[in-house]
C-alpha cells in the first residue's frame, strides 16, 4: 500500500439461486424471457397479493451457509426493508435483517502463493427486484427478474488489496457452484457485488464508502483501485472520508458519488407480517449437509495427494464442474487417473469447447469414457483412433457402447503377434531393398518400415507391437 | 317479488326448491339496488355478470346441482379483489382498477353459487368507522338517512340492513365489519385472525385484517364463513382449520361469560348499557354463568391500535404510484410524478395516517411503535388470562348509535368509535356484533361477544339466543 496506507475491503455479494420458481411463488425463474412474461400478481406487487415461500430457495441457501462454514439459525425471520424505486413493486423488498439465515462463516481461499481468509458475517435469503431498461427519455420496467431468489453474503473487511478481493471472489464462485447453489453465469447478473472500502494509517479502520452493483471481477478490480486511490489522495490533502454510497462507470474508469449513504431508519424495516418465522430444523440441516458434494478444493487435494496428478492440471480439470465430475466418476469405475486426466484436459475439452459458449458440457457419459480407454489400455484400439475417430461418435450419444462403435467403425486394432508377424516377414519379403539398406546400417528407414507394415494392415496394427515385432525381426536377421 | 325482507338462507332454498329461479331474484335485486340508489351503498354494480351467473346457477339447478349458496346475490367490499371488475378501495389512485385475479374468498364465493352482484361503498382503504370518507360520497344509515351508516365497511351494512342484498362481506381491521354492522342492525363477525385467507384483499394492516361476512341473521353468517374460512396455499398466515360453522347447537349452559369492567365508563349511551346488561340477564337464563373481568390495559388499545395499523398501513399503501394500475398524474420526472399522483389522489385521511406511520416506522417515532407493539403483547396476555375462566366476553359493539352524516371532525383518531373493537383485533380473536334492540330514538344497538381463537361457533351459539329474544 502506498505511503503506509492499509486498505479494508468487505464485499456484499449478491447470487442468484439456481431453483425452478421465484421465492414467493410459482414463477419461472429464468433469464432473457420476453419481458414482463414470468409474471403473476404476487412478483408485480398486484394490490392483494401475497407471498408464500419456495422451500427448495431455503435448501440452497442453506447449502450455501454450510459450504462458507456458516452457523445455521434455526429461526430466522424475513422483514420488510421499505424504499421507493420503480423496479420495486410493492415498495419493500422483502429480506432479512437482524436474524438472518445463516452466519459466522469463512471461507479460505489463496492468493500469491499464501493461504487466507475472509470471515462471512452472514447470509440472508431475499428477493431480487426487476430490471430498469433505459429507452432515450423512456424508461420501462421489466418485473421478470422480480422475486428471482437471491442471497446476499456479506463478508467482513478482511480483504486489503484489490487482487485479494477478486482471488476471494473467484474461489467463493467455484464454492457456489460447486455446491449447486448457483450456476453463477455472471453474463447472466447471478453474481453482482456491492464493495466496502475505507483506507487507514492506523489500526483503527477508516470511514468506509459502498461502491454498488458491480457485476464482474473485472470492474470490482478497476473500482476497489480507483476508490483506494482516491480516498488516500483525499486523506493526503487533510479532508475527511465521508460515510456514502457511489457507484463505478467502467467505461470511464471513474467512480461518483451517488447520495449521503442512507442509515438503517430509511428503510423502516419490521418483520415481514405476511410470513411466518422461517423454521429450519437439526434434521433438515444434518440432510442438507449429507447432500452437499465435495468441493473444489478438496477436490484439487485429492488429485494432487490422491491421484498424482499435477497442480496445473488438477486445477484445469477443477475449474469446470462437469469436467470435474466427468473426471471423478470415470476414475471411480477404475479407469487410470492420469490417462482420464490427460484425454480430459485434450480431446473432451475440445470437443466441449466446439459446442456451447461459457460452462463447458461434455456429451459423453462416464461409462463410454471408461469404455474408450479401456479400449486403449488393452490394446484394441490405439490411443489416436480413440481421440480422433471413436470420441466424436460417443459424443452427444449417450447409449452407444464404446466396444460395439469400435468394432463397427473398424477401428479396432491387431494386437495378434502372430498375426502382426505374417504382415511383418511379408512386408520384409516384399521390400528386400530397403530391408537391405536397413541390415546394411541406415537405420533411419526403420520407420519407412513401420509405415509400410501400417499400410499393409490398412492401418489397422497395433504400432506398438509392429515396432516391436519389426525391430526382432530386422535385428534376428542383421 | 318482495326478497328484500328473506334470509339469504330462505332466497337459497327458495331458489333450489323452484319457487322462484336465479334470474328472478337477480332482476329483483337490480331493481332494489336502483331503487335505492340514495343509500350510496354501491361503487360498482355488475349488471351484465350477475344476469350471465344467474343463467348458469338456473341452469345448475337443472342438473341436479345445488351448490350451497347457489343462485345468491352478494356484494363484497370494494377492497377486496374481483376479476375483470373495478376494485378501488373508495379511492381516487385506484380509479378504473381492474384486478387480474380474484381474492380467495370471492373464488370460494362463486365455487359454492354465490352471485357477487356489486363492489360495496367504504372508508377510503378501510381508514375510517363512518363510510364517509369514500372518493364516490358517503354511505347512508338505511334506518335515517341523515346517519352514518358506520365504517369502514358500511356499504355492505347497509346493503343488508336495507334489504338489496341478504348478505355481503367487509373486512374488519379494528371493527370495519362490526361497528357498522351494529350501526345497521346487521350481524357481523370479524373471524379469528388467520382463518379467512387474506389473499386478494388490499392490505390496510396485514398483521390485524380480517374479511368477515355480514348478514340479516346468524344462521346466515355460519353458512358464509363456512364458505371462505380455511387454509389457503396462497395466503402464509391462513390456519389448518375444521371450517363447518353451521352445526352449532344452541346452549350456553355451564358457559361462563365475562363482562369487562372497564367498559361502563365508556358508553355514552344509557340504553346501550342496559342493552348489555339485559343480554347479560338473557344469557344468564339460558344457564350461563356471568361475572366481573378486568382488562387493565383497555385504555391502551386504541393508541395502540392506530399506531401499529399506521406503521403498516404506510408500507401497505407505499406502492400506490398510478405507473402499473389505477390513476397517474404525469410530471416530468420520477419522483415528482409519484409525488403529485400521491398528494391529489389519496384522500386526507389516508394521507395523514400514511404520515403518521411513516414517522412511526423511522427514527423519531420508532420508540413509540415498539412501546406500541409492547401494549399490544400486554392485551393479548389480559385477555388469554380473562379467557383461562371464561368461555365468552359480552359487551356492547359501540360507544353510541349512528349519528349524523358530518359530525366526525378530521381527527378521526380522536374519535372513540373503535373503544369496544380495536382490542379484539390487537388480540386477533373473533367477535360478533348481533342487534338487540333499538335506543331512544330507535336507532339500532349492537351487543358484541368476544370469543377464544377459533371458537366462532360459542359465538354463534350465544348470539343466536339473542336473536331469537329479539324476534319474540
Known amino acids: 500500500m502506498t505511503n503506509g496506507y492499509i486498505a479494508a475491503i468487505g464485499i456484499e455479494v449478491h447470487c442468484e439461486l439456481d431453483t425452478k420458481s421465484k421465492l414467493f411463488c410459482a414463477c419461472e425463474n429464468s433469464f432473457g424471457k420476453e419481458p414482463n412474461t414470468r409474471c403473476c400478481p404476487v412478483c408485480i406487487g398486484a394490490p392483494g397479493a401475497m407471498p408464500t415461500l419456495n422451500e427448495n430457495a431455503v435448501e440452497l441457501a442453506v447449502k450455501a451457509g454450510l459450504a462458507l462454514n456458516c452457523k445455521i439459525n434455526k429461526v430466522s425471520r424475513f422483514v420488510r426493508k421499505n424504499y421507493c424505486y420503480p423496479d420495486l413493486p410493492k415498495a419493500w423488498q422483502i429480506t432479512q435483517d437482524d436474524q438472518p439465515l445463516c452466519y459466522g462463516g469463512a471461507l479460505e481461499y489463496e492468493h500469491n502463493g499464501e493461504k487466507k481468509s475472509v470471515r462471512i458475517n452472514r447470509i440472508q435469503l431475499e428477493e431480487d427486484a426487476g430490471k430498469l431498461v433505459h429507452d432515450g427519455k423512456i424508461s420501462k420496467i421489466d418485473y421478470n427478474r422480480c422475486g428471482v431468489p437471491l442471497i446476499e453474503i456479506v463478508t467482513e473487511p478482511d480483504m486489503s488489496s484489490p487482487e485479494e478481493a477478486v482471488a476471494f471472489l473467484t474461489e467463493l464462485k467455484s464454492v457456489l457452484r460447486y455446491s449447486g447453489v448457483s450456476k453463477v453465469k455472471m453474463q447472466e447478473g447471478n453474481l453482482r457485488f456491492d464493495v466496502n472500502i475505507s483506507v487507514s494509517k492506523s489500526e483503527k479502520r477508516g470511514t468506509r464508502t459502498e461502491t454498488k452493483n458491480l457485476n464482474s471481477f473485472k470492474s470490482v478490480l478497476a473500482a476497489c483501485s480507483y476508490e483506494i486511490n482516491r480516498q488516500i489522495e483525499e486523506m493526503e490533502k487533510g479532508r475527511k472520508i465521508e460515510l456514502e454510497t457511489r457507484r463505478f462507470d467502467e467505461s470511464l474508469g471513474e467512480g461518483f458519488s451517488m447520495r449521503e449513504k442512507e442509515t438503517a431508519e430509511d428503510y423502516r424495516f419490521f418483520i415481514e407480517p405476511d410470513l411466518l418465522p422461517l423454521i429450519v430444523t437439526d434434521e433438515e440441516v444434518k440432510k442438507i449437509k449429507r447432500s452437499l458434494p465435495v468441493l473444489r478444493a478438496q477436490r484439487v487435494e485429492k488429485y494432487i495427494e490422491g491421484f498424482n496428478l499435477d497442480k496445473s492440471d488438477a486445477n484445469r480439470i477443477t475449474d469446470s464442474v462437469k469436467l470435474s465430475d466427468l473426471f471423478d466418476e470415470t476414475v471411480a469405475l477404475g479407469a487410470n487417473p492420469k490417462a482420464t486426466a490427460n484425454i480430459i484436459l485434450g480431446e473432451i475439452t475440445r470437443l466441449s469447447k466446439v459446442d456451447g459458449v461459457g460452462e463447458l458440457e461434455p456429451k459423453i457419459t462416464p461409462l463410454q469414457l471408461y469404455g474408450a480407454l479401456s479400449l486403449v489400455s488393452s490394446g484394441e484400439i490405439s490411443i489416436t483412433a480413440m481421440q480422433q475417430k471413436l470420441l466424436p461418435l460417443l459424443w452427444g450419444n449417450e447409449s452407444v457402447a464404446p466396444k460395439a462403435v469400435a468394432k463397427e467403425k473398424g477401428l479396432i486394432q491387431i494386437s495378434n503377434p502372430d498375426e502382426i508377424e505374417k504382415i511383418v516377414l511379408t512386408v520384409i519379403k516384399e521390400n528386400a531393398s530397403v530391408f537391405d539398406e536397413y541390415t546394411s546400417g541406415n537405420e533411419r528407414v526403420f520407420p519407412y518400415l513401420v509405415g509400410l507394415v501400417m499400410k499393409a494392415s490398412k492401418g489397422k496394427a497395433n504400432p506398438q507391437l509392429v515396432n516391436e515385432i519389426l525391430k526382432k525381426q530386422l535385428d534376428g536377421r542383421s | ?472
Not at chain 2, 379483489?81 to 378501495?89: D, E, F, R, Y
Not at chain 2, 364465493?109 to 354465490?114: C, D, E, H, R
Not at chain 2, 380522536?414 to 386477533?428: P, W, Y
Open chain 2, 1 to 472: 317479488m318482495d326478497i328484500t325482507k328473506l334470509t339469504l338462507i330462505e332466497i337459497r332454498n327458495k331458489i333450489a326448491s323452484g319457487c322462484f329461479s336465479a334470474s328472478e331474484v337477480v332482476k329483483a335485486t337490480l331493481e332494489n339496488i336502483e331503487k335505492n340508489k340514495d343509500l350510496n351503498a354501491l361503487i360498482t354494480i355488475d349488471y351484465d355478470g350477475a344476469i350471465e351467473s344467474a343463467r348458469k346457477a338456473d341452469s345448475r339447478l337443472s342438473c341436479g346441482e345445488a351448490p350451497l349458496l347457489n343462485g345468491v346475490p352478494v356484494v363484497v367490499k370494494d377492497n377486496i379483489s374481483t376479476k375483470g371488475l373495478p376494485t378501488t378501495c373508495a379511492s381516487k389512485i385506484l380509479d378504473g382498477y381492474e384486478p387480474f385475479y380474484d381474492a380467495t374468498v370471492v373464488k370460494r364465493l362463486k365455487s359454492a353459487g354465490a352471485i357477487i352482484i356489486g363492489k360495496s361503498n367504504m372508508d377510503e382503504f378501510a381508514m375510517g368507522s363512518t363510510s364517509e370518507k369514500s372518493a364516490y360520497g358517503a354511505v347512508k344509515n338505511p334506518f335515517n338517512k341523515n346517519l352514518v351508516a358506520g365504517g369502514s365497511s358500511g356499504g355492505s351494512a347497509c346493503a343488508v340492513a336495507a334489504g338489496l342484498v341478504s348478505g355481503a362481506l367487509g373486512s374488519d381491521t379494528g371493527g370495519s365489519v362490526r361497528q357498522p354492522s351494529a350501526f345497521c342492525g346487521v350481524v357481523g363477525l370479524k373471524p379469528t385472525y388467520s382463518a379467512v385467507s387474506r389473499y386478494g384483499l388490499i392490505a390496510y394492516a396485514s398483521s390485524l385484517d380480517q374479511i368477515g361476512p355480514i348478514t340479516k341473521t346468524v344462521k346466515d353468517n355460519a353458512l358464509i364463513l363456512s364458505v371462505i374460512a380455511g387454509k389457503d396455499e396462497m395466503d402464509a398466515t391462513s390456519a389448518q382449520i375444521e371450517t363447518d360453522y353451521t352445526s352449532y347447537d344452541r346452549s350456553v349452559k355451564s358457559k361462563t361469560i365475562g363482562i369487562v369492567k372497564q367498559f361502563w365508563e365508556q358508553i355514552k349511551d344509557e340504553k346501550i348499557s342496559l342493552a348489555v346488561e339485559n343480554a347479560a340477564r338473557l344469557l344468564e337464563k339460558k344457564g350461563a354463568k356471568i361475572k366481573e373481568v378486568s382488562l387493565p390495559s383497555f385504555n391502551l388499545s386504541l393508541p395502540s391500535y392506530y399506531a401499529i395499523s399506521c406503521a403498516e398501513a404506510a408500507s401497505n399503501l407505499a406502492r400506490y404510484d398510478g405507473i402499473c394500475y389505477g390513476k397517474r398524474i404525469e410530471r416530468k420526472d420520477y419522483e415528482s410524478e409519484i409525488i403529485a399522483t400521491r398528494s391529489t389522489l389519496f384522500g386526507d385521511e389516508v394521507k395523514r395516517r400514511i404520515m403518521f406511520g411513516n414517522y412511526l416506522l423511522g427514527g423519531s417515532g420508532r420508540e413509540l411503535f415498539e412501546r406500541a407493539n409492547c401494549a399490544r403483547r400486554l392485551i393479548k396476555g389480559e385477555m388469554d388470562a380473562i379467557f383461562s375462566g371464561c368461555d365468552l366476553i359480552l359487551g356492547p359493539t359501540t360507544p353510541t348509535t349512528a349519528f349524523e352524516r358530518g359530525k366526525l371532525g378530521a381527527l378521526n383518531a380522536n374519535s372513540n368509535e373503535d373503544i369496544f373493537t380495536a382490542f379484539v383485533s390487537l388480540a386477533g380473536l373473533p367477535a360478533i356484533s348481533v342487534p338487540f334492540g333499538k335506543n331512544a330514538n330507535g336507532l339500532p344497538i349492537g351487543i358484541q361477544l368476544v370469543g377464544r381463537a377459533f371458537e366462532e361457533k360459542t359465538l354463534y351459539k350465544a348470539s343466536e339466543l339473542i336473536e331469537k329474544e329479539m324476534r319474540s
